[in-house]
């Protein structure tokens, strides 16, 4: 297996693994398959040219990819420290070998290039056992619960926000529990909105 960027070539490929994880799995994304099947592989394409805030990474057995994810850095001067990945699907014939796993790995040590990044996020429909086994054995802590995030076919399902910080960075965070929250600022320290 290998894995590795993927580019505008890689459009066709990455719109039917896309597409394929959207109608199998629609409870695990944002996008819906609906909205998602109507764009081109022209748009695909323009989704994976290679900028300095998005990584798609593709997963392949032979010349067959089997799985994706992305990088995505917050663009705005205030939130470039934070991103988020998104996307994760596995192809179920290939799943439980680690795919998942070496993916998730392959952006993280993207993240850690990254200078000034100092978290990063995933979020996860709750019931998402595999998904939610597989970030938090990564290092990923939960920090958040949103209620009836998402409306599928009528049923609603409940959303867990997860961070990981990269190294030597962690003291801006503390754990209660599942829980990772903000350490509170130092006394004498600004932080409010006017700082
Ligand atoms: C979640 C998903 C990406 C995992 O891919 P995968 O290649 O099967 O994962 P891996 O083989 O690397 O497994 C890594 C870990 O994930 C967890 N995991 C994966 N599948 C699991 C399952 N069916 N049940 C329980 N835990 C599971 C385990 O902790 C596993 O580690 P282990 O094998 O040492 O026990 C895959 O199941 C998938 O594509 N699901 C549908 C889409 C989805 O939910 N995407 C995530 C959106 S947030």
């Known amino acids: 297996m290998i894995i590795r960027r993927l580019s505008p070539a890689d459009a066709a490929a990455y719109r039917r ?11 695990a994304f ?11 592989v022209k748009a695909f394409a323009r989704r994976l040219e290679r900028t300095r805030a998005t990584w798609t990474f593709g997963a392949f057995e032979g ?19 934070k991103a988020e990945i998104v996307g994760m699907y596995v192809d179920p014939a290939v799943r439980r070998k680690g795919i998942g796993r070496a993916l998730l790995r392959r952006a993280v040590e ?31 802590r939960v920090y958040a ?3 009836d995030a998402l409306l599928v076919r009528g049923r609603l399902y409940s959303m867990l926000f997860l961070v990981r910080t990269l190294p030597g960075r962690g003291r801006s965070i503390r754990r209660i529990g599942r829980l990772v929250v903000p350490r509170r600022p130092r006394v004498g320290r600004c932080a409010g909105a006017g700082c």
Request: aromatic residues 4%; glycine residues 10%.
């Open 17 to 27: 693994l896309r597409l394929r994880g959207l109608r199998s799995n629609p409870e």
């Open 30 to 40: 944002g996008s819906s398959y609906g909205e998602e099947a109507k764009r081109p």
């Open 63 to 81: 010349r067959r990819l089997v799985g994706v994810l992305s990088l995505i850095r917050a663009e705005r001067r205030k939130e470039r420290h």
């Open 110 to 140: 993207t993240a850690h290039t990254l200078a000034g990044l100092r978290r990063v996020r995933i979020a996860v429909v709750e019931s998402n056992r595999p998904a939610l086994g597989l970030y938090e054995s990564a290092g990923f």
């Open 145 to 147: 619960r949103e209620e």
